[in-house]
């Protein structure tokens, strides 16, 4: 059914992946580009072609559950006339059937703290598609999925479709800087396959010219906006990042001969979409060394130990607590643990992007952190890097290192320039 239809050349080493003894190691494909790349539209066919030609059974999922009738479904149906396959495959809201097999329209997550759907229920799936993949938050969500994907009788694959981010994204840690690429790539490595197509590989007649127009005028006046959202690079800070990867001081080791004292901040959350957000530094004269951080959404409970035992190890003389919300509550329960600890109870009026932007200078200036962070601050980090100055959400990283910068301007003056 496909061979009336126009494949670039780049995705032929796809539709090989029919053929068993076509690489039989690979087992993942990594799918990058930028607009009009062709990403989508093609691996719609592909999983058509996978349905009627090979009897596959297709998981096709995007992250947020609501986005799937909205875009990935209607992709995927819109290539059933062009295939002329209309007569034979059965097209319901969540499911394309035929003969016994099917492509299974599902969304990942489904609370609003990222709960992931059942994946007890999945079975007989040896194909898995994750469209916009640069959605998933992180490799263990991932690997619930991939380990799946377990058919005993044909070839199991999994496949990324993304619109590449920040070099800090997981996908880029895990599948190219640990395979030394750096994207942009058409090859196979070990058992992952790589394809990158741009809108420089499709046919221009089936463009708009005034997105071709647009494009030309990107490339001379947002080079960086051209490389990443129209060649699909990856790049190392995003347009409108609060706090830019590359705007971060590091240390690799503390300052000699200096006295210091150590200091947390707490920005407590009781569950719910919010993280609990506690960095945790060492402040030589001006120089802040963040040392560690707290960031997850476990219950105030299990924080409260959390807290301690940070507390002991880097041997925090003062921790901080914004008290709006669950704070005075919160305070009152360290105090109770820790009656030695100078437990400073900090109420703040100001609107949180406000105080983050205003304090987002003294972070880059005075703020140094760890070459290796700990896997907490890791993650604390990626949400600095990722914040805007125009985000709503997923703030907490921010808003807490911009709590600990007010503090220590308004209480010790360190700043003062």
């Not at 079975?123 to 898995?128: C, D, T």
């Not at 005993?152 to 599948?175: G, S, V």
């Not at 703020?367 to 601050?377: A, I, K, S």
Request: hydrophobic fraction near 35%; aromatic fraction near 12%; charged fraction near 25%.
């Amino acid at each position: 059914m496909t061979e009336s239809i126009k494949i670039t050349e780049k995705f032929e080493p796809l539709f090989n992946l029919f053929n068993d003894s076509f690489h039989p190691e690979v087992d993942t494909v990594i799918i990058t580009g930028g607009r009009y790349s062709l990403k989508s539209h093609t691996v719609s066919i592909f999983s058509l072609t996978s349905l009627f030609n090979y009897g596959w059974n297709t998981l096709y999922t995007r992250y947020t559950n609501m986005s799937i009738t909205d875009s990935v479904k209607p992709e995927v149906s819109d290539k059933i006339d062009i295939m002329n396959l209309g007569r034979v495959v059965v097209d319901t809201q969540n499911h394309i059937e035929y003969n016994g097999n099917r492509i299974s329209f599902k969304g990942i997550k489904t609370g609003s703290k990222g709960q992931t759907a059942n994946l007890k229920s999945l079975s007989g799936f040896n194909l898995f598609i994750n469209d916009e993949a640069e959605e998933l938050p992180d490799l263990k969500t991932f690997k619930k999925i991939f380990y799946s994907i377990r058919s005993t009788k044909k070839r199991n694959l999994t496949i990324l479709i993304l619109n590449p981010t920040i070099k800090e994204h997981w996908i880029f840690k895990e599948f190219f800087e640990k395979k030394g690429l750096e994207g942009g790539d058409n090859c196979v490595v070990d058992n992952v396959m790589y394809i990158h197509t741009s809108y420089l590989d499709a046919d221009f007649k089936l463009m708009p010219k005034t997105i071709l127009a647009d494009y030309e005028r990107m490339k001379v006046e947002e080079p960086e906006q051209y490389e990443n959202i129209v060649l699909g690079g990856w790049i190392e800070n995003l347009e409108g990042a609060v706090f830019p990867k590359t705007s971060i001081k590091r240390y690799n080791e503390f300052p000699e001969n200096m006295e210091y004292f150590t200091i947390g901040f707490a920005d407590p959350a009781d569950e719910g979409k919010d993280n609990f957000a506690c960095p945790f530094a060492r402040v030589y004269g001006n120089r802040v060394y963040i040392l560690d951080a707290i960031f997850d959404q476990q219950n105030l409970t299990i924080q409260e130990s959390q807290v301690v035992g940070k507390v002991k190890e880097y041997d925090i003389k003062k921790l901080v607590i914004e008290t709006n919300s669950f704070g005075a509550y919160f305070s009152r329960r360290i105090r109770e643990l820790m009656p030695m600890l100078d437990v400073f109870g900090q109420y703040s009026k100001a609107n949180k992007m406000a105080r983050i932007l205003s304090y987002s200078g003294i972070v880059k200036r005075h703020f140094y952190f760890p070459e290796t962070p700990t896997e907490e601050l890791n993650k604390f980090m990626k949400q600095m890097f990722k914040l805007l100055n125009t985000s709503k959400d997923e703030d907490d990283a921010g808003d807490s290192i911009s709590g600990l910068a007010a503090h220590l301007e308004k209480y010790y003056g360190i700043f003062n320039e």
